[in-house]
């Protein structure tokens, strides 16, 4: 069974520009969530997205958005990229997120740098 | 208030001992769940290991085992016999329940503890 995935691995911005990010996850998972994790704050939750509505949403800015599609595939965009927003953004798919104990299965993430 | 309490940021252990990697938690819920999961340089996350809150045994998994200590609200990783492929960074995290018992995808993450075989 294939992991989750993310697209790109890498990606190189400018103050200003914005930035869609991927991910695919694990077949027959419903639920996925995104992180953002840098040195300075760590590992912090955006949102969860369950049958293409978001459930959950982090405190980050409106710049940071999401959608998921019937497929189960998860889109995040994050618009007039500031240098802060550069960190390792990980995907996490979990079959049901009904139930406290289920286990995320996270992509590789990507990173992304915004000079 | 931080949620999650990892106050080791780095440690070191020699091959084939065992080490604990604390982390204590806070929460008013009844129903959470805890999870060990470990980072290499890579960057991906690897689930290692999970306990519930109403589970009675303490988790293990392989060479890892959960001391979960409720009413002290920790919940520290045991490595038993070391390996060098062992040398990652380690997060502990939890999943808090909602009203009615529902939880949403969100986990809350220590900031982590690094943690350096030798061999």
């Known amino acids: 069974k294939a992991g989750v995935t993310q697209t790109p691995r890498y990606l190189i911005k400018t103050r200003g520009q914005q930035v869609t990010l991927s991910c695919s996850p694990i077949s027959g998972h419903r639920s996925v969530s995104w992180y953002q994790q840098t040195p300075g704050q760590g590992l912090q939750f955006l949102f969860e997205?369950?049958?293409?509505?978001?459930?959950n949403k982090g405190n980050f800015p409106g710049r940071f958005s999401g959608r998921q599609f019937s497929n189960s595939r998860s889109e995040m965009n994050v618009s007039t990229l500031e240098l802060g927003d550069s960190a390792l953004y990980l995907c996490?798919?979990?079959?049901?997120?009904?139930?406290?104990?289920?286990?995320?299965?996270f992509g590789p993430g990507t990173r992304l740098t915004v000079l | 208030a931080q949620k999650i309490t990892q106050t080791q940021p780095g440690m070191f252990v020699q091959e084939k001992e065992a080490v604990t990697l604390d982390c204590t938690y806070d929460t008013s819920d009844q129903s959470y769940g805890l999870f060990w999961y470990k980072q290499p340089s890579s960057g991906e996350m690897i689930f290692l290991i999970y306990q519930g809150s109403y589970d009675e045994q303490n988790a293990t998994e392989g060479r890892y085992s959960l001391n979960f200590q409720k009413a002290r609200k920790s919940a520290n990783l045991v490595i038993s016999a070391s390996q060098l492929g062992d040398s990652a960074m380690y997060f502990c995290?939890?999943?808090?329940?909602?009203?009615?018992?529902?939880?949403?995808?969100?986990?809350?993450f220590g900031q982590g503890t690094i943690l350096t075989v030798h061999p």
């Open positions: 995290a939890m999943r808090e329940g909602k009203a009615g018992g529902t939880s949403y995808g969100k986990l809350t």
């Open positions: 997205y369950f049958s293409e509505t978001q459930r």
């Open positions: 996490a798919s979990s079959l049901d997120p009904g139930i406290v104990g289920n286990e995320q299965f």
